[in-house]
């Protein structure tokens, strides 16, 4: 006899079977010449965001914290990885070498990062959490936004204002800029394509649906659902949560090094608040529950300002009626039962029913 699949096996391997299929027609339409320009470019992007919406959702979703400083850890990782890249583009010239290793380094550094803020930041809850990893975010932005690292035949220079910058004596035949402030990087290899990005949101969506469906996974989910219960039996709330917050920044600041990868010039100023609070609409409309949700709703979202583009001036208004739109159908009860029936649990049930008839 052959032993049944768990719904929990069955529905990871439709999750992976829809991001399979999903880049499989994307690589056929580019392929075949079909897809446009337009598309093209839009790939990376749509698979940076989808990476950061997936890794946000361990947070939110199944940690149930609202973090508002997601795009702090991005911008670590993409500042982490660039300035790896720049420094070790002469000595390490292979790029399937030097760019995996910007991907770790980046991706570590924000976990490290990840674990120190969540020490303070964890023993808060709700409201206050959000604004505190918000302040995060800022602050994070800020310091590189401010940061200069030059060297010359004299050494190493590093600064954290203008002034000081500009009135250091550098010898111009041999200096060499890596950090500039405001202008942030300029010179970054740009190694990434499509590909690499769906086989880093494969292993990342492997690492996080067997992470949920583990006893750390369950012990996560149990302290968001009865903190008091949870501890009641002897989970560790803290450890538990600290497990989803590093993990979450790890993978931001992997998607970090993914995106400066594919940018001649990267400026702190694009990892805003602004990114942080986007990245939570697609999770949030996407329904916090599934992996598979919150990576098709940041595929829909991303996507359709930019097909939307030749409305012109009402385009952005049209988005705002979607996401209201969403946001009603996801708390509609006939809409959620709707759901239920189609839910591959409910169609596989009815099915065997049918079938034992």
């Known amino acids: 006899m052959t032993k049944k699949l768990s719904y929990a096996t069955r529905d990871k391997l439709i999750t992976y079977s829809v991001v399979i299929i999903a880049f499989l027609i994307a690589q056929l339409l580019i392929v075949t010449g079909v897809a446009s320009n337009k598309f093209t470019g839009l790939l990376i992007p749509i698979s940076i965001n989808i990476l950061l919406a997936m890794s946000l959702n361990l947070v939110v979703g199944m940690s149930g914290e609202l973090?508002?400083?997601?795009?702090?850890?991005?911008?670590i990782g993409a500042y982490a990885g660039s300035l790896f890249s720049v420094l070790t583009q002469n000595i390490i010239t292979a790029p399937y070498i030097r760019f995996p290793l910007a991907i770790i380094l980046g991706g570590i550094i924000a976990a490290i990062?990840?674990?120190?803020?969540?020490?303070?930041?964890?023993?808060?809850?709700?409201?206050?959490?959000?604004?505190?990893t918000l302040a995060f975010g800022e602050i994070i932005k800020n310091i590189f936004n401010n940061m200069y690292l030059a060297t010359d035949k004299n050494g190493i220079f590093f600064s954290m204002t203008a002034e000081k910058y500009t009135k250091y004596a550098f010898d111009l035949e041999t200096k060499?800029?890596?950090?500039?402030?405001?202008?942030?990087?300029?010179?970054?290899?740009?190694?990434?394509?499509f590909t690499i990005c769906f086989v880093v949101i494969l292993i990342a969506l492997f690492v996080l649906l067997n992470l949920i469906d583990?006893?750390?996974?369950?012990?996560?989910?149990?302290?968001?659902?009865?903190?008091?219960?949870?501890?009641?039996?002897?989970?560790?709330?803290?450890?538990?949560?600290?497990?989803?917050?590093?993990?979450?920044?790890?993978?931001?600041?992997?998607?970090?090094?993914?995106?400066?990868?594919?940018?001649?010039?990267?400026?702190?100023?694009?990892f805003d608040y602004n990114l942080s609070i986007l990245i939570l609409v697609f999770v949030v409309l996407g329904g916090m529950n599934k992996m598979r949700n919150v990576i098709i709703s940041a595929t829909i979202l991303y996507a359709l300002p930019e097909a939307l583009r030749f409305l012109s001036d009402y385009r952005m208004l049209l988005y705002a009626v979607v996401l209201i739109v969403m946001m009603i159908l996801n708390n509609n009860k006939g809409?959620?039962?709707?759901?239920k029936k189609l839910s591959p649990k409910r169609l596989l049930k009815a099915k065997r029913e049918g079938v034992a008839k």
């Open 176 to 193: 060499t800029d890596y950090i500039k402030g405001a202008q942030g990087i300029t010179g970054t290899p740009q190694d990434v394509n």
């Open 113 to 132: 990062l990840g674990f120190l803020i969540g020490i303070p930041v964890l023993k808060l809850r709700g409201d206050y959490l959000a604004i505190v």
């Open 214 to 270: 583990s006893k750390t996974g369950r012990n996560i989910m149990a302290a968001r659902d009865n903190r008091i219960a949870a501890e009641a039996m002897g989970i560790n709330v803290t450890k538990a949560k600290m497990t989803a917050f590093v993990i979450s920044a790890f993978f931001a600041g992997v998607a970090g090094v993914l995106y400066s990868h594919n940018l001649k010039t990267l400026v702190a100023t694009k």
């Open 335 to 339: 809409f959620i039962a709707l759901k």
């Open 67 to 75: 973090s508002l400083g997601h795009a702090g850890f991005m911008c």
